[in-house]
């Protein structure tokens, strides 16, 4: 399966499943972030160590009530540079939020959840690094706040760690990133 085509079927999942999904609590939300990715990977002996110029996410959710509110989503943390080749790193989310409102526009989150994810490894000759692709389950975690403007849109900045099983280990890629967010 092309990559394309996977990232066209997991962005239809998300959307698809937000309307369940707002179905089963007070209110429904869908959100695009964008950012910077920094993988946690091994570098390689005297090679060049870029992280990502840019990475993304979409995502689904429901707000069972005030405080607590479940989310599901597409993250894809595009490749950095490793020891003469690149990681790359992508998956589908499912986290539990809790959030505090700070007021009527503001609030402050967490997220805690779990990642299945599909890395690949590439590296330069020589290089001491564990290449090849693999897929499984990791933790997530994040902290974002938040702030409303009109009835219906949320600026959102977070900064998330998705751990994801590469051919050597789990490795931590952090995400920093800034979204809108529209709530039905």
Same mark, same amino acid.
């Given at each position: 399966m092309n990559q394309r085509l996977r990232v066209s079927i997991g962005i239809a999942a998300?959307?698809?499943?937000?309307?369940?999904l707002a179905q089963s609590g007070e209110h429904g939300y869908i959100g695009l972030n964008g950012g910077?990715?920094?993988y946690n990977t091994d570098c390689g002996v005297q090679a060049s160590c870029d992280n *990502?110029?840019? %990475?993304?996410?979409?995502y689904a959710g429901a707000? &069972? #009530?005030?405080w607590l509110g479940i989310e599901l989503g597409y993250v894809d943390m595009r490749? *950095?540079?490793? %020891?003469?080749?690149?990681?790359?790193?992508?998956? &589908? #989310?499912?986290?539990?939020?809790?959030?505090?409102?700070?007021?009527?526009?503001?609030?402050?989150?967490?997220?805690?959840g779990t990642t299945?994810?599909?890395t690949d490894v590439s590296a330069a000759a020589g290089q001491p690094v564990a290449t090849g692709d693999d897929k499984g389950f990791g933790a997530t975690g994040a902290v974002g706040a938040a702030v409303d403007f009109g009835r219906n849109w949320?600026?959102?900045?977070?900064?998330?760690?998705?751990?994801?099983?590469?051919?050597g280990g789990r490795q931590d890629v952090d995400l920093t990133s800034?979204?809108?967010?529209?709530?039905?």
């Open positions: 998300v959307f698809v499943s937000s309307t369940a910077r990715a920094e *990502a110029s840019g %990475a993304w996410k979409v707000a &069972v #009530n005030e490749h *950095a540079d490793r %020891a003469g080749g690149s990681a790359k790193a992508r998956g &589908v #989310n499912l986290s539990l939020i809790g959030q505090v409102p700070l007021g009527d526009m503001f609030h402050i989150y967490g997220k805690l299945y994810g599909r949320t600026l959102a900045l977070e900064w998330e760690r998705q751990q994801f099983r590469f051919v800034l979204g809108l967010i529209y709530r039905y």
